[in-house]
């Protein structure tokens, strides 16, 4: 039974806890990239940590997929919904809806987010720098669905504050989109879900 219960907890808390320490390493890497304990962060790549994001995610769904099998396998009513009983269409199907769909929008999102600001950076190179493009994919596959819908318009509302408060303050223009974008990361990855139910998008989880 406390097996159970530790083993139930890490599936909650373990994509909540990664993400969190991706978001600590870049803004370490951002505040504190000489620090001589924290060296080592430079050679942590912001493309890398975007493909270790993937990585896990998909990994974490494999474990999700067996464990619901299982768990409808060894259940006296649930396993009626398993061959021989019902075509494996069926599971399949509820591990897609439940498990794999909300991946795949989160994927498709994060890219094409990525590829407008490629697009951008292609056109008007003074809007965002190569060294941003990768953070943009990062961020935008760390809030995942449905905060990405969050996310966007969260990230335009920091960057124009940001930018204006250069334009007054600092009588510079200055386009970064660095601390904008990890900004509001931490706001969507804390309050993403409050977000969420404050604007009635519930319906876009899944």
Excluded: C
């Excluded at 039974?1 to 890490?10: D, H, R």
């Excluded at 994927?107 to 990768?134: A, C, G, H, M, Q």
């Excluded at 449905?146 to 600092?170: D, R």
């Amino acid at each position: 039974m406390l097996t159970k219960f530790f083993f139930s907890g890490f599936l909650v808390w373990a994509p909540f806890v990664i993400s969190g320490l991706i978001i600590l390493i870049l803004i370490a890497k951002k505040l504190i990239p000489n620090y001589k304990y924290l060296k080592f962060l430079k050679k942590i790549s912001t493309i890398k940590l975007a493909y270790i994001v993937i990585a896990l995610t998909f990994l974490f769904n494999v474990l999700l997929t067996v464990i619901q099998y299982f768990v409808w396998h060894n259940s006296p009513f649930a396993h009626f919904f398993l061959p021989p009983f019902t075509p494996i269409n069926y599971f399949l199907g509820y591990i897609f809806l439940h498990f794999w769909f909300s991946i795949i929008l989160s994927f498709v999102f994060s890219l094409i987010f990525y590829f407008i600001f490629t697009l951008i950076k292609k056109y008007r190179d003074d809007v965002v720098n190569r060294e941003e493009l990768p953070l943009i994919l990062l961020a935008s596959l760390l809030v995942g669905w449905p905060k990405f819908v969050v996310f966007v318009p969260t990230f335009f509302l920091v960057a124009l504050i940001f930018s204006i408060s250069n334009l007054l303050v600092f009588k510079k223009k200055n386009n970064s989109l660095s601390w904008p974008l990890i900004i509001s990361l931490i706001i969507v990855f804390l309050g993403g879900t409050y977000l969420i139910n404050l604007l009635s998008l519930s319906v876009l989880i899944i």
